[in-house]
């Protein structure tokens, strides 16, 4: 992960829920430091604090981490480890690849299926769900505006208008919670379904007459002719909001390009996009991951460590995932289950990938 990363896979609080299985705990030695949980709290859990990150990977049967193991950890790795992370192998080719040559299971918990039984494990969820907070939370103090309506004896102040693109965990998220800054709320999802969603949380839910649901309840990328039809349609929306939420996405797929730098140069000045797809491209053509820059007096945000500045309950609900996800992946006398035995595990399987070839539009 970046530099910026500050969660932790496991938190204290739920050690005692692996140790009580039989499982031994090592830790690398500061791993929670960033999250506010130090070696000491590990230590008192009968956590094994060990000083060197390649120790610990010598010496454990899985390991459990944030994002994915670096080309070092995989190379240190004995044969047969279990990584458990967030891969995403369709964008790490050579990660994946070097997986398999070295004879290493890697799951990865983006994979999972959004099934009813996978919801305990579901890292995407938790963590998008932090995002869309974060976002909104980024936005408000961002814009030089305040969100709720207010009526005083100095007139009355319109409330703030928020445009939310992709009405998925992360949007709704950035929906309610700018909804409950007191907002006036506006969405746009290609998933007509979304609509229901969002207009329960009180916002407007924009139709453009595009509805792009792909497999497992996902969208679909956007044809050509759709994405230029959606850009032109939600141009009015974007042009008139105080602040622009983006988080749409398309599994495996770069981010879609939504709003572009002509679109930024036409927005009032003093607006805010908060881009949470920044990392995967972003939604806005002049995204930058991790950085803020301001184009004719609009500040366009690449929010990349979204999770990571509310670590604390990041790391906690990434953690409940961690141990659900390891409750299946080993057995009650501390056995390690073959991928192929359980449709999880095996769903999460990182496997090797062809060359990469993914486009953008
Ligand atoms: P995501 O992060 O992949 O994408 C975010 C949103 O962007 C999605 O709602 C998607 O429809 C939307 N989007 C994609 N392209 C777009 C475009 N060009 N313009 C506008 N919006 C666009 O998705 P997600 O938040 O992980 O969730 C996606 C789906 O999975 C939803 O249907 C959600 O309800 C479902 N889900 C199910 C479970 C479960 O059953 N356990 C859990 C979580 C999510």
């Known amino acids: 992960m970046g530099p910026w990363e ?22 690398q030695s500061g791993a929670g430091e960033g999250s506010f949980f130090p070696d000491s709290q590990y230590a008192s859990t009968g956590v094994e604090i060990i000083k060197e990150r390649n120790e610990v990977i010598l010496l454990s049967d899985v390991l459990v981490m944030l994002g994915r ?21 369709s964008l790490n080719h050579d990660l994946a690849n070097l997986i398999a040559v070295k004879k290493l299971v890697a799951h990865s918990l983006e994979l999972l299926p959004r099934t009813s ?3 305990s494990m579901d890292v995407l969820s938790s963590q998008s769900s ?8 980024v936005g ?41 800054m007191g907002a006036s709320v506006t969405a746009y999802d290609v998933r007509k379904a979304a609509g229901e969603d969002v207009r329960s949380l009180g916002a407007n839910f924009l139709e453009l007459g595009i509805d792009a649901v792909g497999t497992g309840g996902y969208a679909r990328e956007l044809s050509a002719d759709e994405k230029e039809k959606e850009r032109m349609l939600l141009e009015e929306a974007i042009v008139n909001s105080d602040l622009i939420i983006t988080t749409a996405g398309v599994p495996g797929k770069k981010a879609p ?7 930024v140069g036409i927005m009032k000045g003093g607006s ?23 184009y004719h007096g609009v500040k366009v945000i690449g929010l990349s460590n979204a999770q990571s500045e509310a670590q604390v309950n990041a790391s906690q609900m990434y953690s409940r995932n961690m141990l659900s996800f390891l409750s299946v992946l080993i057995s009650a006398d ?16 990182v496997r090797p990938q062809s060359p990469i070839s993914s486009g953008r539009g």
């Open 69 to 89: 193991p670096t080309e070092e950890d995989v190379n240190t790795a004995r044969q047969g480890t279990v990584f458990v992370g967030m891969i995403m192998p």
């Open 130 to 137: 932090v995002a869309g907070y974060r976002a909104a939370v």
């Open 334 to 349: 501390g056995i390690i289950v073959d991928p192929n035995k359980d449709e999880l595990l095996k769903s999460t399987l």
């Open 6 to 27: 500050r969660r932790v896979a496991i938190v204290p609080e739920d050690v005692s829920k692996l140790t009580s299985r039989h499982i031994r705990l090592l830790i």
């Open 257 to 263: 390009l939504i709003i572009t730098r002509r679109m």
């Open 140 to 180: 408000a103090f961002h814009s030089p505006r305040i969100m709720p309506m207010l009526s005083t004896a100095a007139g009355t102040i319109r409330p703030a208008k928020v445009l939310v693109i992709g009405a998925g965990v992360a949007g709704l998220m950035a929906i309610s919670t700018a909804r409950r």
């Open 272 to 294: 805010v996009i908060v881009d949470i797809t920044a990392e995967s491209g972003g939604n806005c053509e002049l995204t930058r991951a991790g950085d803020t820059l301001e």
């Open 117 to 119: 039984r996978a919801q």
